[in-house]
């Protein structure tokens, strides 16, 4: 069964995740269960990478996106416009 995407509400907070890599994709409804806390402190505890690699993909691949404004502050990497 395929289930329709309904809006967000704070009653719904139903939440649509995407994924993929070069064999898959996948998409589901659920709920989000982690902070925005939480994917600050698992990029920094993360290993899998090397520090200079993790700081260039911060610094230049997600830096000002529309989700990424604590990770900027964070990183001093805010654009001048959010100065």
């Known amino acids: 069964m395929v289930r329709q995407w309904t809006e967000w509400t ?3 907070k139903e939440t649509l ?3 993929a890599d ?6 589901k409804l659920g709920q989000i269960d982690y902070t925005y806390t939480d994917i ?3 990029i920094e505890a993360d290993t ?7 700081e260039a993909l911060i610094s230049e691949v997600l830096n000002n996106r ?3 404004d604590k990770l900027d502050e964070k990183q001093d ?6 100065k």
């Open 10 to 12: 704070e009653e719904n």
């Open 17 to 19: 995740f995407l994924n």
């Open 22 to 27: 070069q064999s898959s994709a996948k998409a």
């Open 40 to 42: 600050l402190s698992a």
């Open 48 to 54: 899998t990478i090397s520090e200079e690699e993790k």
């Open 66 to 68: 529309w989700f990424s």
């Open 77 to 82: 990497n805010l654009s001048d416009f959010d």
